[in-house]
């Protein structure tokens, strides 16, 4: 069975760029998640979605963060336009709901870095 | 709030020799507690959780963890440590019926031969 993947697995762009990452979970996980990972931090919480509704995204940075789960399958991380300090590891993960018992299964990250 | 603690940064030991890692969480209620492995470039991958019942929890790789209420602690080990345990291992702490978790800052093992 397939895991979380998430393209691209690199981007370099300049700042004031927009940038986009794609996330395709597991099938049949209800659940997503996008996290935030700065360098030697844990991951943090940006947006949750419960299949097309995003239920939890109080995290994310309105202003230049948007998120969409058309069809309650796939999702996309936007930044626009992109800063310095979005330079992170972007982490997608999915699982079947039902609460925090479940287990939450993490595709490998996107690596964003601005220049 | 809920908060993680993981007090050690880096992490080094020899192949062969046991290993414990030290989690303490902050959480008002009881916690559902987690230990993720991080090898680079790679995504988190779940070695244990621990949610009720029995406080020594086994998981994958030979790892067991020790929920221990007074301390409020969680802390991971490994009675031999193999070269391919070199990662960075992370404790999480979720809250019961909010689908989240809180992550520390994690630890990263090096392991030499």
């Known amino acids: 069975e397939a895991g979380v993947v998430q393209s691209p697995r690199y981007k370099i762009i300049e700042k004031k760029q927009p940038v986009a990452f794609w996330c395709n979970p597991i099938?049949?996980?209800?659940?997503l998640y996008w996290y935030l990972q700065n360098l030697g931090q844990g991951p943090e919480l940006l947006i949750r979605y419960e299949n097309e509704e995003a239920v939890d995204d109080s995290q994310l940075p309105k202003d230049r963060f948007s998120a969409e789960r058309l069809k309650g399958v796939d999702s996309t991380l936007k930044i626009q336009p992109a800063e310095l300090g979005d330079s992170a590891v972007y982490l997608c993960?999915?699982?079947?709901?039902?609460?925090?018992?479940?287990?939450?299964?993490f595709g490998p990250g996107t690596r964003l870095t601005v220049l | 709030a809920q908060s993680v603690t993981q007090p050690d940064i880096h992490i080094t030991v020899s192949e062969g020799a046991s290993l414990e890692l030290r989690c303490n969480y902050s959480y008002g209620a009881t916690p559902y507690l987690f230990w993720y492995v991080q090898s680079p470039g790679q995504g988190l991958q779940l070695l244990l959780k621990?949610?009720?019942?029995?406080?020594l929890v086994q998981g994958i790789k030979g790892f067991e963890a020790e929920f221990k209420r007074s301390q409020s602690s969680f802390n991971l080990r490994k009675p031999s440590v193999h070269w391919s345990d070199a990662a960075e291992y992370f404790c999480a702490v979720g809250a019961w019926g909010t689908d989240k978790l809180i992550f520390g800052t994690g630890t990263r093992l090096q392991v030499f031969p």
């Open positions: 621990y949610f009720s019942g029995d406080t």
């Open positions: 993960a999915s699982s079947t709901g039902q609460g925090t018992a479940n287990e939450q299964f």
């Open positions: 099938s049949g996980h209800n659940t």
